[in-house]
């Protein structure tokens, strides 16, 4: 038999891919509808025309061929050729005949469900009696398909598909467990060029092109993805995404903070030539990965930790040390962030033992080196939960990231080194994520740890051979510290330290309160607000309230997006020298944006956006400017300058925009001036169709 090595087309007069009527059934008609894009494990469509009735239904048989990557082969799954059969086996590559005739050839055809992901070209084998003859119909692009109950990213749950793959906005939570900040953003995975950027990360990735070949044989897992995209959003070992970056100055590059949503930054490392971006922090890498994650079609979702550990050294120890003026001395390495941002992805887990399936969590900010890349995960939650340190990837690092102990010393001035506080409940606080179908939070703490104090909760430390504090006898020196709520930026903060003396004689006590400003992953050493000291005498079981104030002309140079300040109060008896210590850290809030969208809001009919913003700082604001962005709303950003701000002054602006996609989309609205940046806003609105 002979055969023709060459894809040949003169037989063929036109392929259709029906890409509009594929892509609907799978999903990713937002995407494009000029292109196939199909998931793996479901039937789509082709009709192929021949030229001069080329095709015997009687006697001609055919095959199809589907290949990815560069060399595909048969034997590492990159190539596989399949004959039509008689229906869709559901476990493999297969086809049907749909309808044929003598010029006119019309096809179901269904991938596996455990297919590579990624670009397959598609091929037609005419086998006659004499040859074989080989014709190239074209390139589809196939994603993980959370719909197919074979495949490994499989969700049940309607609801949770919605919102975990087709949502392109979303809630990110910020700020502190005490005052949580809800921060919009534009995850876009369905603008069309995001999902060709998507696939030249993957084909970035260190592991690629060292080895293209042996890279695409792993492209139908879930995990290899994970962990891939978690490594490329960083660009810490490779060409990929972001360049992180926690201190000033930023004038080089865009500041965290004003990032609105992922697509302006996958467009940048695009354009640039796969140049990282600059900058980046914790909930931006987190953002950018959920977007490449759903886009690709594993479901995904951001969550962050409050008051998050960052060991190290693997002890499960945070130890901090402050000297007696109450100033943290930033000799740790060891830190604990207001708030740590990752994500979770679902799929199963079948190269773990039973019972690691769900969620897992996946960290893409550059912190510690998992197998020599500074990437993290995928950890099932689960196994966090339970202290399993001996699954992968990388569960005992997060596992301290949400359980760690906090110990806290203090020194004096002539060197002597004091413990003065242990807490085993500070970690891991108020695990958020966004609700389904709203944008209120939703609290999956109990995903990740048993309740603090609980017989689980010790039965997992000594699992997870966590150091025990010994027991002390109770102390009879205590302080608690608060501030009047809520505290507005611009405001004076009133700082309110209660000291209880629980003996039966009295104390004259020395009481020491700092202000310093506070970066979100860490204290900020040598950035004191502002100090008090005042002596003390406190009667038998005693509480003594003393107050500091703190005013904006104190605070306002200080604060950074969050406003942050950590407030420690320091104790110490003159007599005894039994001391007590605390802290606290408070998150100022910001005026609000108010949005307000009038009327309907219609697929390709020009809308129109009322914003409105008051100036409650005690100061002006000067160079002030709304940027506006929002996927299927605006193309890039919008900006409108407003110029200048005295205190109490309000202003209100209209912008105009046409909306080019229908569902429910979210306006995100950023104000930036010389004293006061990146506050966000948003609304969401739901675009319908126009009526005829």
């Given at each position: 038999m002979a055969s023709n090595a060459d894809c040949v087309l003169r037989d063929v007069s036109n392929i259709d891919f029906h890409c509009e009527k594929n892509n609907q059934e799978h999903r990713t008609a937002e995407i494009s509808t000029k292109r196939l894009i199909v998931r793996r494990g479901q039937t789509f469509h082709i009709t192929v025309q021949f030229n001069r009735s080329q095709y015997n239904p009687d006697s001609d048989r055919f095959k199809l061929v589907a290949q990815t990557g560069p060399n595909p082969s048969e034997t590492a799954g990159t190539k596989v050729l399949f004959s039509l059969s008689d229906s869709i086996n559901k476990k493999r590559w297969s086809a049907v005949v749909g309808s044929s005739s003598r010029s006119r050839l019309s096809l179901n055809i269904s991938s596996s469900p455990n297919a590579k992901i990624g670009r397959h070209s598609l091929v037609l084998q005419k086998i006659t009696s004499d040859q074989t003859v080989s014709y190239l119909l074209g390139e589809l692009i196939l994603l993980f398909n959370p719909w197919c109950s074979e495949d490994e990213v499989f969700l049940s749950d309607d609801e949770q598909l919605q919102e975990y793959v087709l949502n392109e906005q979303g809630v990110i939570f910020t700020g502190c467990a005490e005052y949580i900040q809800s921060l919009p953003w534009n995850f876009g995975q369905f603008e069309e060029d995001i999902l060709d950027i998507c696939l030249k990360l993957l084909d970035n990735s260190p592991k690629h092109v060292k080895n293209p070949a042996k890279d695409c044989t792993r492209r139908n897992s879930p995990v290899h993805i994970c962990r891939t995209v978690s490594a490329m959003v960083n660009c810490n070992d490779d060409n990929g995404i972001l360049f992180g970056k926690w201190d000033d100055p930023y004038t080089d590059g865009v500041y965290p903070g004003k990032w609105n949503g992922s697509v302006t930054i996958l467009r940048q490392w695009n354009n640039n030539g796969c140049q990282p971006v600059c900058y980046g922090q914790c909930w931006v890498f987190a953002a950018v990965a959920c977007t490449v994650l759903r886009c690709l079609g594993i479901p995904t979702r951001v969550v962050t930790n409050f008051e998050s550990a960052h060991d190290t050294n693997g002890n499960l120890l945070i130890e901090s040390e402050y000297d007696d003026e109450g100033m943290e001395l930033g000799r740790s390495e060891d830190s604990v962030w207001n708030f740590h941002v990752w994500v979770e992805s679902w799929m199963a887990r079948y190269d773990l033992r039973p019972g690691n399936d769900g969620w897992q969590a996946l960290d893409p900010t550059p912190?510690?080196?998992?197998?020599?890349?500074?990437?993290?995960?995928?950890?099932?939650?689960?196994?966090?939960?339970?202290?399993?340190?001996?699954?992968?990837?990388?569960?005992?690092?997060?596992?301290?990231?949400?359980?760690?102990?906090?110990?806290?010393?203090?020194?004096?001035?002539?060197?002597?080194?004091?413990?003065?506080?242990?807490?085993?409940?500070?970690?891991?606080?108020?695990?958020?994520?966004?609700?389904?179908?709203?944008?209120?939070?939703?609290?999956?703490?109990?995903?990740?740890?048993?309740?603090?104090?609980?017989?689980?909760?010790?039965?997992?430390?000594?699992?997870?051979?966590?150091?025990?504090?010994?027991?002390?006898?109770?102390?009879?020196?205590?302080?608690?510290?608060?501030?009047?709520?809520?505290?507005?930026?611009?405001?004076?903060?009133?700082?309110?330290?209660?000291?209880?003396?629980?003996?039966?004689?009295?104390?004259?006590?020395?009481?020491?309160?700092?202000?310093?400003?506070?970066?979100?992953?860490?204290?900020?050493?040598?950035?004191?607000?502002?100090?008090?000291?005042?002596?003390?005498?406190?009667?038998?079981?005693?509480?003594?309230?003393?107050?500091?104030?703190?005013?904006?002309?104190?605070?306002?140079?200080?604060?950074?997006?969050?406003?942050?300040?950590?407030?420690?109060?320091?104790?110490?008896?003159?007599?005894?020298?039994?001391?007590?210590?605390?802290?606290?850290?408070?998150?100022?809030?910001?005026?609000?944006?108010?949005?307000?969208?009038?009327?309907?809001?219609?697929?390709?009919?020009?809308?129109?956006?009322?914003?409105?913003?008051?100036?409650?700082?005690?100061?002006?604001?000067?160079?002030?400017?709304?940027?506006?962005?929002?996927?299927?709303?605006?193309?890039?950003?919008?900006?409108?300058?407003?110029?200048?701000?005295?205190?109490?002054?309000?202003?209100?602006?209209?912008?105009?925009?046409?909306?080019?996609?229908?569902?429910?989309?979210?306006?995100?609205?950023?104000?930036?001036?010389?004293?006061?940046?990146?506050?966000?806003g948003y609304i969401n609105i739901d675009v319908q169709e126009g009526k005829i």
């Open positions: 912190q510690e080196k998992s197998e020599g890349v500074y990437c993290c995960g995928p950890a099932p939650v689960k196994a966090i939960k339970e202290g399993e340190t001996d699954i992968g990837y990388d569960v005992p690092f997060i596992f301290a990231e949400v359980n760690a102990d906090c110990v806290t010393w203090v020194y004096s001035e002539k060197g002597k080194k004091m413990k003065v506080d242990t807490d085993t409940k500070h970690v891991g606080q108020k695990i958020s994520t966004k609700c389904v179908g709203s944008d209120e939070r939703d609290d999956i703490t109990n995903n990740y740890k048993y309740p603090e104090g609980s017989d689980e909760e010790r039965r997992i430390f000594e699992q997870a051979d966590r150091r025990r504090v010994p027991l002390k006898p109770e102390k009879q020196l205590h302080l608690y510290l608060k501030t009047n709520d809520p505290i507005y930026n611009g405001a004076n903060v009133k700082v309110f330290v209660v000291i209880s003396n629980k003996n039966s004689v009295k104390r004259v006590c020395t009481l020491k309160i700092s202000a310093m400003k506070k970066k979100y992953n860490r204290a900020t050493r040598g950035k004191c607000i502002k100090n008090f000291q005042q002596e003390i005498t406190v009667g038998p079981s005693e509480d003594k309230t003393v107050e500091m104030e703190l005013s904006y002309t104190e605070y306002g140079e200080f604060l950074d997006k969050y406003n942050l300040i950590r407030l420690t109060a320091l104790v110490i008896d003159g007599e005894t020298k039994e001391s007590a210590f605390t802290l606290k850290d408070i998150s100022l809030i910001n005026p609000n944006i108010t949005i307000q969208v009038p009327g309907e809001s219609v697929l390709s009919r020009k809308l129109k956006a009322e914003i409105s913003f008051e100036n409650i700082l005690p100061v002006a604001l000067t160079n002030c400017v709304f940027t506006l962005e929002g996927a299927g709303l605006i193309d890039g950003q919008m900006e409108i300058r407003v110029g200048k701000l005295n205190p109490g002054e309000m202003t209100t602006n209209e912008a105009s925009f046409i909306p080019k996609k229908m569902g429910l989309k979210k306006l995100t609205v950023d104000f930036d001036s010389d004293k006061l940046k990146d506050v966000k």
